[in-house]
């Protein structure tokens, strides 16, 4: 498994020399009994990347930050200082931080006292600045706000907090996406099948909420066995809404050439940003599901439309894999995904195979902006 991450790294580094002689001279103390914090705070910074069937991830996938949220709270989870991380001027006295400011560090100074954790949100709009933790924590974001890398939802947290000299503080905070991202190259068939075409490609167990701290509940799942009726446009279980998020179809099918679909360009990838489950069971595998029709063969075999190909495992290398993880990238590639004829059925989940993926970690990047004034 390939291991290419760079994490967020939100660095509140211990004030030195002349950052440390004067961090805490405008408010010695939070009216609690408890004196004043100081933190330097640090992003590295970069750039975007894209979604759906477009460049393929592997290799150099990159999580966009475009916009965030800084929380400071108590033991408790209530939130004592909020600030906003935008392309906008960096304005303290506002809440306001500027993302290419906090890339080349940012003096945060007078936290309260009674500040022992520390939350990270990114590109998730609208939280509530003020209250208790767990209520942003529990704030739901719709799988089809996750479309592009560049804005899917990202999350770190901390409540260590180690003092170096006085009421300065290290920490570090690794903010990932929620989400874990599936790829696919091609389709391929073999056997006595010569030909075919693809009309859809669809995710089975799939949430199509989940909070913005990653938390998923069966309740928000959708999962639809072996109804044929579902895996079409616009159905109950895949809504218009949620096409090319979780599901492809093709209007006018796309027919293999030499036994192989691939995407319009075929530079490209079939790719769906899925929010992660990272416990076991029955639902911490997403499915594929991939609708076909007009199969030819050349052993005089004929087969109804439509038929089925249900992807049910995904394998890292001779690994079965019991989850996906957020910020990890599942590439499917080229000749991976090859069916035969037993492997056909009239209805989806009535048989599975397993496929053969390629894991790598997300890179994350800071999104560069200039401010508007």
């Known amino acids: 498994m390939k291991t290419k991450f760079n994490h967020l790294a939100l660095v509140a580094i211990a004030l030195s020399l002349g950052f440390s002689n004067c961090s805490n001279n405008d408010n010695p103390d939070d009216g609690n009994g408890k004196e ?65 400011d906090i890339t080349a560090g940012q003096l945060i100074s007078n936290l309260p006292g009674q500040v022992t954790a520390i939350h990270v949100f990114g590109n998730a709009s609208g939280l509530p600045a003020t209250g208790n933790i767990s209520t942003v924590k529990a704030t739901l974001k719709q799988v089809t706000s996750q479309g592009t890398l560049a804005s899917v939802n990202l999350y770190g947290t901390t409540s260590t907090l180690t003092p170096v000299s006085g009421n300065d503080y290290t920490a570090t905070i690794s903010l990932k996406p929620t989400v874990a991202r599936i790829e696919l190259k091609d389709i391929t068939s073999t056997g006595v099948i010569t030909g075919f075409r693809v009309d859809g490609i669809f995710i089975d167990n799939y949430y199509y909420q989940a909070a913005v701290d990653g938390t998923v509940v069966v309740g928000n799942l959708v999962n639809n066995i072996s109804d044929a009726t579902l895996f079409l446009d616009n159905s109950s279980a895949y809504p218009t809404a949620r096409k090319t998020f979780v599901y492809d179809y093709f209007s006018s099918g ?39 029709s007009n199969i030819t063969t050349n052993d005089l075999s004929t087969y109804t439309n439509p038929q089925f190909i249900t992807v049910k495992g995904l394998k890292d290398g001779s690994t079965s894999l019991t989850s996906i993880d957020a910020g990890k990238v599942y590439n499917i590639g080229a000749g991976a995904l090859t069916f035969k004829e037993s492997d056909l059925t009239p209805a989806p989940n009535m048989g599975a195979i397993d496929v053969t993926v390629t894991v790598t970690l997300a890179e994350w990047e800071v999104v560069s902006v200039t401010p508007e004034l």
Do not use: M
Request: no cysteine; charged share 10%; glycine share 10%.
């Open 36 to 100: 004043n914090k100081s933190v330097f705070l640090k992003i590295s910074g970069g750039k975007v990347s894209t979604y759906a069937e477009n460049s393929p991830a592997t290799d150099g996938a990159t999580v966009g930050f475009g916009s965030g949220d800084i929380y400071f709270v108590n033991a408790s989870g209530a939130i004592l200082v909020h600030y906003t991380l935008s392309s906008s001027a960096t304005n303290l006295t506002t809440g306001n931080i500027a993302l290419d």
């Open 254 to 292: 796309i027919t293999a050439t030499s036994q192989v679909a691939t995407p319009a360009n075929i530079s490209n990838v079939w790719a769906y940003n899925l929010f992660a489950n990272t416990g076991s069971g029955s639902f911490a595998i997403p499915r594929i599901v991939i609708r076909l």
